[in-house]
């Protein structure tokens, strides 16, 4: 029996985001979209349902908590099963909030419509803009686009973790410039790059299946790739790796040395306070989160980071901060024992140390 697909849209730019939702109703018989948009000041969703005669419903709701998550759960849920149980279309778009994380809605939603799949997940990217956008020290709340009050996330943050989920990616602006090819160092050679939103075939978004699971590989920091590209603006990609952990005094004393500036830095590392975590780090737009991922198991963790930039200059420093951070010869040679008991400068980033960390 077949069931309805459900394509998701995530972009930064609600303008691209509208203009190819719109392009898809003419040129996707029986396509339906439907479109949140979030006020957190206020509160509200606005709920937008399209399909090529127009609009059918256009509604304002009250959320428990104004959040992607709580939309999805209250509002997304029961409209798209509400959609497909009316047998009026025969795919489903699911326009995003700007900014929203695609892998975690892409988890809320799998399985959760009956007759219904979860069908190739996009992305789409302004290449003339993406330089700022991605390397910019803007956050989203700058630009009026934060999902929540306190949505501090720079708009580099949201957009790779957008771009590095899809499983297409919609390429806007020209091509051949710093921006295309900053793309194409962060783009996984898994995903399927499309070029212009009016020459984009709709069959590709609602043919297929998306595959969460290589989906949330290409994100994992404990599987991070260098992708690499084209170098003709200056793009670099460092690949950064170590047995080693990063000794905790000295990673915060570096820390702004290893992930400041016009870089767009993921990955893993591990501390020799807590040998059992592996830790996870991501930077763009000169904001660096780290925490606490994953249980190491019985291996020892390793350290490994992707850094991509388009400053010369910022190469040599990180890769001379990566260096600075990790434990010395002699400090490796002494193994772990002498790290018991002694305090975790880092709990306040990472959380309490655990039995098991």
């Known amino acids: 029996m077949s069931t309805t697909p459900i394509s998701l849209l995530a972009a930064i730019d609600p303008v691209l ?11 996707q018989p029986g396509l339906v979209v439907l479109r949140h948009e979030l006020d957190a000041n206020a509160g509200t969703l606005r709920r937008l349902v399209l399909d090529a005669g127009g609009i059918v419903e256009d509604e304002q709701v009250y959320l428990e908590h104004p959040c992607a998550g709580c939309a999805v759960r209250e509002d997304a849920i029961p409209t798209l099963q509400r959609l497909v149980d009316s047998g009026r279309w025969d795919a489903i778009l699911f326009a995003l909030p700007v900014g929203a994380d695609a892998l975690m809605l892409a988890r809320a939603l799998d399985g959760a419509v009956e007759g219904a799949h979860l069908s190739p997940v996009a992305a789409i990217v302004d290449a003339d803009a993406a330089v700022r956008d991605i390397l910019g020290d803007d956050t989203l709340a700058e630009r009026g686009l934060g999902m ?9 943050e949201a957009l790779c973790s957008q771009l590095e989920y899809a499983d297409v990616l919609i390429l806007c602006g020209d091509m051949g410039t710093a921006g295309d090819e900053l793309i194409e160092h962060l783009r996984a050679h898994d995903t399927l790059g499309v070029r212009g939103i009016h020459t984009l075939d709709p069959g590709i978004l609602f043919t297929g299946e998306h595959n969460p699971e290589s989906a949330s590989h290409r994100c994992d920091p404990r599987t991070v790739q260098p992708w690499g590209g084209p170098t003709a603006h200056g793009t670099w990609t460092l690949d950064l790796s170590s047995k080693r952990p990063f000794h905790p005094d000295r ?26 975590t592996i830790c996870q780090w991501d930077g763009a737009g000169g904001q660096v989160s780290i925490g606490s991922h994953s249980s190491s198991g ?5 350290t490994r980071l992707i850094v991509t930039g388009i400053d010369p200059a910022d190469r040599q420093r990180v890769a001379d901060a990566f260096r600075d951070c990790l434990l010395t010869d002699e400090e490796w040679e002494q193994g772990l024992l002498p790290w018991l008991g002694r305090p975790d400068p880092l709990s306040p980033w990472l959380g309490e140390r655990s039995r098991s960390a």
Do not use: C, Y
């Open 251 to 276: 990673l915060l004393k570096h820390i702004e040395r290893l992930g400041s500036g016009k870089l767009r830095s993921r990955g893993r590392f591990w501390v020799p306070t807590r040998p059992g």
């Open 17 to 27: 985001r509208d203009a190819l939702s719109a392009n898809l109703l003419m040129d």
């Open 298 to 302: 019985r291996e020892l963790p390793t």
């Open 148 to 156: 929540t009050q306190d949505d501090e996330r720079s708009v580099g």
